[in-house]
């Protein structure tokens, strides 16, 4: 996440001289002078985008080259507008720049986000980004590639954070949509607009109610199926005419972005005249009372990532850095530095 004061680690690795240098968003990695930006909200350098989360794809509105994957830029385009040269490579590529062959690979967090591995001949890097070793509905797991040096997620570093398995979370999304049709209300699901919205919406269209969606998860939804044939299922979104026949007296559920929930709710009650209940579907719900589904690795699997892995240094970033590093240093006996 951003909002961290800048923090650099420079050391020397050989004959390389190296700096991770950590921003309010994302970080740059310079090896003997070869800089790359990671996530940065300016493109500088040679410029890689992970993923569309607006904490980590700032620089897809600014000018300047870009690399990205062809789903990250559907995403993106979806709610804002591109700006700037930005070339698009498919999971699975390489491209090589100047001194440095750069390979895309899956990261398990959302559809089309990517890890980073940078090969500068005599030492690797690899920077997962947002990063979900076992993967989703509709991302892959995680793959895992030898490197010198891991820069790792650590959103959920910290050992309090154990998920429940994600056949079990789901099952408990539809039995509590089922549960509440039953009991006459409307039941609402607050779901992350990029990434998650098209998960729920994937889950819930496999049961036999009415899935509506708001018009905002509309638009990205439609234009990832629209780009990539992908079948999310038959939704309806809530500017629809048909699906505000069914608002004022049918059954179904509601996916909206979690900061309208509330505001969903009222409406609906008074289209309506029935009650709504609200969940959201969030890693954070571990602690709270909506359901812990999340695209990032839990504190287990992102511990079994690195020991995959098993690098000669591992930096932490983003969340619980510093308590992540002390846990790899502590379980794995593997040197781990957090940054901010």
Same mark, same amino acid.
């Given at each position: 996440? /951003? ?13 390389? *001289? ?8 994302? $970080? ?12 940065? &909200?300016? +493109? ?24 990205? %994957? ?9 709610? &804002? ?6 070339? %698009? #490579? ?5 491209? =090589? ?11 398990? !967090? ?39 040096? #891991? @820069? @790792? ?22 039995? *509590? ?11 609402? #699901? /607050? ?24 018009? &905002? @998860? ?20 809530? /500017? ?26 009222? =409406? ?27 695209? !990032?690795?839990?504190? +287990? ?9 098993? +690098? &000669? ?24 530095? /957090? $940054?901010?």
């Amino acid at each position: 996440m /951003g909002g961290h004061p800048e923090d650099a680690e420079r050391s020397r690795d050989g004959r390389h *001289w190296y700096s991770i240098r950590r921003l309010r968003y994302g $970080l740059t990695v310079s090896v003997n002078g070869e800089e790359i930006s990671l996530d940065t &909200r300016k +493109p500088k350098g040679i410029t890689l985008v992970s993923h569309a989360h607006f904490d980590h794809s700032l620089s897809l509105g600014e000018r300047g080259e870009k690399y990205t %994957t062809p789903g990250t830029l559907s995403y993106f385009s979806a709610l &804002r507008e591109p700006y700037g040269e930005i070339k %698009t #490579l498919k999971i699975g590529s390489k491209i =090589k720049m100047d001194d440095v062959e750069i390979g895309f690979l899956e990261s398990g !967090h959302i559809f089309h986000s990517s890890q980073f591995l940078m090969d500068f001949g005599d030492i690797s890097i690899l920077y997962t980004g947002d990063l979900n070793p076992k993967g989703g509905l509709l991302a892959e797991p995680a793959e895992r590639e030898e490197c010198d040096i #891991l @820069i @790792i997620d650590s959103t959920y570093g910290s050992p309090k954070y154990v998920f429940p398995e994600r056949e079990e979370t789901e099952e408990e999304i539809r039995n *509590w949509v089922e549960e509440e049709v039953r009991r006459g209300k409307i039941p609402v #699901l /607050g779901v992350y607009t990029i990434g998650k919205a098209q998960e729920i919406t994937k889950l819930l269209c496999e049961t036999q109610l009415t899935v509506i969606v708001h018009p &905002r @998860i509309n638009k990205v939804n439609s234009k990832l199926e629209e780009e990539f044939s992908l079948n999310l299922g038959d939704y309806l979104s809530s /500017g629809n005419i048909e699906a505000i026949k069914i608002i004022e007296d049918g059954e179904f559920v509601l996916l909206v972005p979690p900061n309208l929930g509330h505001r969903a709710i009222r =409406k609906l009650e008074e289209m309506s005249g029935r009650k709504a209940s609200y969940r959201r579907v969030s890693g954070w719900e571990i602690f709270g009372e909506g359901f812990p589904l999340s695209d !990032h690795g839990d504190f +287990p699997s992102l511990m079994e990532f690195v020991s995959d892995i098993s +690098p &000669r240094l591992v930096y932490t970033v983003f969340g619980h850095s510093q308590r992540f590093a002390k846990e790899i240093k502590r379980t794995l006996g593997i040197e781990a530095r /957090g $940054l901010p």
